[in-house]
């Protein structure tokens, strides 16, 4: 007796989906057996993610310092620097020039920063140089510029000043700096500076102005070394 069509469609579905699920059997048994995630695999991921983080900031921090070089201002003590302060003098020397004005250009090296760096730590000297810059910033006039050469190297930019005026106001700047006074680590600290002077007029050249100042800044120099290197005294 012949099985009902219903009854032999049933069997051939039936066959059908056993056949399908011995040949997914059969393809999981072929691919191996499933790896399971360890806490080193999380580690490792977390590895990663703090390379990523670092070089991220990397970069940043890469793009900012060349955005301070490009920049005219220094970053620590937010006065021009050395680029931004040979512009200013560029520009006073062509005014000069043209209109037959007339000023001075000093330049001022801190006597002791070393001993106090190497004494107290960079951040110590940093307070240091900020005091100074915020000293002379105080005994110019608006039209006048401070700027910071580099390390422990200022200079000043002053107009309408004749060589006695110009030789005064650098001994003034001397004296500002040498009667500061900081404490750190319960020892009272003094700097000190030492300054040399070139007149600026129409005849005059930036880049040798500041040869000429500079030289004359260790000349100075010279004639202080007599003095104490660093006075340290209890609070």
Known sequence: MKKPKRARAAKAKMGRKTSATRS?????????????RTPADGA??????IIRGLRSKLKAAERRVAELEAADTDF??????????????????????RYRASGA???????????INDSFGHAAGDEVLKAIAATLTRQVRASDVVGRLGGDEFALLLWNLSETDAMAKAAIFEQAVDELSFTFRGQQVTAGASAGVA???????????LEEADAAMYVRKAHRRHEPRIRLVSS
Do not use: C, W
Not at 24 to 36: D, E, F, L, V
Not at 85 to 97: G, I, N, P
């Open 44 to 49: 490792t991921d977390t590895t990663k993610a």
């Open 105 to 115: 250009l000093i330049v001022l090296d801190v006597d002791r920063l070393k001993p």
């Open 199 to 209: 007149l600026l007029g129409a005849q005059s050249d930036a880049r040798r102005a």
């Open 76 to 97: 620590l003590l937010e006065i021009p620097n050395r680029r931004g302060f040979e512009h200013a003098l560029q520009r006073a020397v062509a005014y000069m020039k």
């Open 24 to 36: 997914k059997t059969a393809a999981k048994r072929s691919a191996g057996p499933r790896q399971r």
